[in-house]
């Protein structure tokens, strides 16, 4: 194990210095999702949103979009810089092997020492264009295998193995004046997404994008995720999120919509706080010029905490400008007013107002891409916490470092405190997480691309997070990964 790490590795790594292998035609720049929840590669697998340019070696292959309007931002989805995803029909499957070292697997070792792990990947892209309707299918999956024991005191019977699942489905129909998006994204992973790198290398080709890089499927908000914006370590966790979205576009400049989703969280290891939610949104889009929208929209959020007595009812409107030159430039800035509603434990309500917000600015260019958000919210506390206040902020830059090689750099932090004091003897729960990572990929010819990643945490909280018999007020690690992976041309179906 140790030897073939060290032949990847150092593969990897000259490899970097030469340029004599055909390139791949055509790379292309990404550009950076701006959602809280999803902003890592590690946790977004399929890259919704991401419409970057994938040239196929002959232009007679490839449809070129033609400039689209604004996407309205009273509705679900986030402003990008848009453009240069192809627009026919194709699969594209992706297989793909990770070595990875990781100092705290669990989250929760008292004396960390390092465990490797073996990771394999696949995934399935699909996209399937008619003329007036759209479906994007994406599917990640695999199973990971650590080369020792995991450390005691941790959940009972854990095994040395387990697998993880991602899969998304969206449909779009639209006519002169209406447009109708319906879709779902389900997860199944054995840890905290914000701590979890098992897709880590699925977007190694393409710029940094890989299957990304292809589709025109929506960009949505984080609002419409479940929450998921505190680490709790090794603990298996099923989310889901189904939504749908009806929009009337009446001239051209202006738009009605109107959106309702719902989602879960549901933990399979005991000690967490599962949740239901309901999100509704109404609004008016309207645009100002070719780059330049402004929006109002009535939000209208329910959250179920199983157990008695947990909900939370936040009811408010969202004043919203967007500035997009596209396939260069995005901006989207909104102030959200809420009134909430938190049900308190025995018995009775208290009412209060919050202030919610999200920003984001993305760019792109030929050589360097980058993005930087920040997000204001009150959402369900991670199945830590009965409800949250969640600030978070991320920043990453991507550069073209040569025509097959790519490097990125990203920073991610998240400040969640409970919404009320829990005893008059105790303060408000309070956790503050940090991450840090690096990547690099290289192409080699059309269907190989290798990949190196690291990536730090470090959580601090006044509350001890527990898994099983093992709790911690501090987190600390780091990982480090060296991989291959294979994938097709688009392989164009219809």
Request: proline share 5%.
């Amino acid at each position: 194990m140790r030897r073939g790490w060290l032949f990847v590795a150092m593969l990897c790594v000259g490899s970097t210095g030469t340029d004599t292998l055909r390139a791949q035609e055509g790379n292309t720049q990404p550009g950076v999702s701006s959602s809280p929840s999803t902003a890592s590669p590690a946790t977004s697998p399929s890259g919704s949103g991401q419409t970057t340019s994938y040239q196929l070696g002959t232009s007679g292959d490839q449809t070129t979009p033609t400039t689209p309007r604004m996407v309205p931002l009273s509705g679900a989805e986030t402003l990008t810089p848009g453009l240069g995803g192809i627009l026919y029909s194709y699969i594209l499957p992706t297989f793909e092997w990770t070595g990875y070292g990781d100092t705290n697997p669990t989250g929760f070792s008292q004396h960390p020492g390092l465990n490797t792990q073996s990771t394999y990947t696949g995934s399935l892209t699909l996209q399937n264009v008619w003329k007036h309707s759209q479906l994007n299918l994406s599917y990640a999956g695999g199973a990971f295998f650590y080369s020792q024991g995991l450390p005691a005191a941790t959940l009972p019977g854990i095994r040395p193995f387990n697998s993880f699942h991602s899969l998304g489905l969206f449909e779009q129909v639209s006519t002169r004046h209406w447009k109708w998006l319906v879709g779902d994204q389900g997860m199944y992973l054995p840890e905290s997404p914000i701590g979890f790198f098992g897709f880590g290398g699925l977007t190694s080709f393409g710029g940094g994008l890989g299957g990304a890089a292809l589709a025109n499927a929506p960009a949505l908000s984080s609002s419409f995720s479940p929450d998921q914006s505190i680490s709790t370590g090794l603990s298996r966790r099923m989310s889901d999120s189904a939504l749908s979205q009806i929009e009337y576009d009446p001239s051209g400049r202006s738009a009605l919509t109107a959106t309702g989703s719902f989602g879960t969280l549901q933990f399979l290891d005991p000690g967490f706080i599962d949740s239901r939610y309901w999100v509704f949104t109404a609004g008016y889009s309207h645009n100002l010029s070719r780059h330049d929208q402004v929006a109002l929209s009535y939000l209208d959020y329910y959250y179920r905490f199983n157990g008695p007595n947990r909900a939370i009812l936040n009811r408010g409107f969202s004043i919203l400008y967007g500035h997009q030159i596209n396939g260069k430039f995005s901006l989207e800035i909104s102030v959200a007013p809420l009134v909430n509603q938190i049900a308190l434990p025995l018995g009775g309500a208290s009412t209060k107002a919050f202030l919610s917000t999200f920003d984001s600015l993305q760019f792109r260019s030929r050589n360097w891409s980058g993005s930087l958000s920040f997000a204001r919210m009150m959402p369900g506390g991670s199945g830590v916490l009965p409800g949250a206040e969640t600030d978070s902020e991320q920043a990453s830059i991507g550069r073209q470092l040569s025509r097959r090689v790519h490097g990125s750099l990203q920073v991610s932090h998240n400040y969640s405190q409970s919404l009320a004091q829990e005893s008059t003897v105790a303060s408000r729960s309070k956790y503050e997480f940090w991450e840090a990572g690096i990547s690099l990929s290289r192409e080699f010819g059309r269907h190989i691309s290798m990949y190196l990643n690291y990536y730090a945490q470090r959580q601090l909280s006044n509350t001890p997070v527990c898994v099983g018999t093992g709790c911690t007020t501090a987190l600390l690690r780091q990982v480090g990964g060296v991989g291959i992976n294979w994938h097709a041309l688009p392989i164009k179906i219809r």
